[in-house]
């Protein structure tokens, strides 16, 4: 049962460029999360997707970033005109169940290396 | 929100010693995960413990929710356990998974 998959490993962009984060859920999980480490820190949540809807995007900033998990294919976190400070470690994570009762754990991918030059 | 503390935050070790790793925090959850991210980035799943005790080889923790902390015991200390030590809550009625920030553990040989 393959994990959690995040491509690509490493992403180099110059500032202005766009990235685009792929995460594949592990199988049978329908809710995603973003997490963004940046270097020598914890891990910040960004946002909670389930198949098509945006439950929660408290933790992204509100301009250039967006994130969207449709019904096929693997959830994306997109980064317009990126800036140096963007530079960070993206982690996905996914579970069974979101929902404020659950008692499902997270499931992280190995992340995605973004570097701004 | 919920707030998430962890100590020590830095921790030396010789290898062989053991030590306990403290995550506070400060409202109640449902869920309470403990991670160990390696040198390499990778974020490894140890314990996934909302309440009680569980044991994985030399690694064990406790979950008292009531009063609202988690210990992560790590005996015979290796240097393969070098790295952070994340602690990770998704408090009751919440949506998102808050993380502690962290307890950077060297082991020496």
């Known amino acids: 049962n393959a994990g959690v998959m995040q491509n690509p490993r490493h992403l180099v962009r110059r500032r202005g460029q766009e990235a685009r984060l792929r995460c594949s859920p592990m199988k049978g999980h329908s809710h995603v999360y973003w997490y963004r480490q940046l270097p020598e820190e914890g891990l910040k949540f960004m946002v909670y997707?389930?198949?098509?809807?945006?439950?929660?995007e408290s933790g992204m900033p509100k301009e250039r970033f967006s994130a969207e998990f449709p019904k096929e294919g693997p959830s994306i976190l997109r980064i317009q005109q990126v800036v140096r400070g963007d530079s960070a470690a993206y982690f996905c994570?996914?579970?069974?169940?979101?929902?404020?009762?659950?008692?499902?754990?997270?499931?992280f991918g190995n992340g995605t290396r973004l570097t701004v030059t | 929100g919920i707030q998430v503390e962890q100590s020590p935050p830095d921790l030396i070790l010789q290898e062989g010693a053991n030590s306990t790793l403290r995550c506070n925090f400060s409202?109640?959850?449902?869920?309470l995960q403990w991670f160990h991210q390696n040198p390499w980035g990778q974020l490894i799943n140890l314990f996934y413990?909302?309440?009680g005790t569980k044991q994985n080889g030399r690694l064990s923790a406790t979950t008292v929710a009531t009063e609202r902390y988690s210990l992560l015991y790590i005996s015979s200390s290796q240097t393969t356990d070098s790295g952070v030590y994340f602690c990770a809550v998704l408090n009751t009625g919440g949506f998102k998974t808050i993380f502690g920030a962290g307890t950077r553990l060297f082991v020496k040989a």
């Open positions: 994570a996914s579970s069974t169940d979101g929902t404020p009762l659950s008692n499902s754990p997270l499931h």
């Open positions: 413990i909302p309440s």
């Open positions: 997707l389930q198949k098509e809807n945006i439950i929660d």
């Open positions: 409202d109640s959850v449902n869920n």
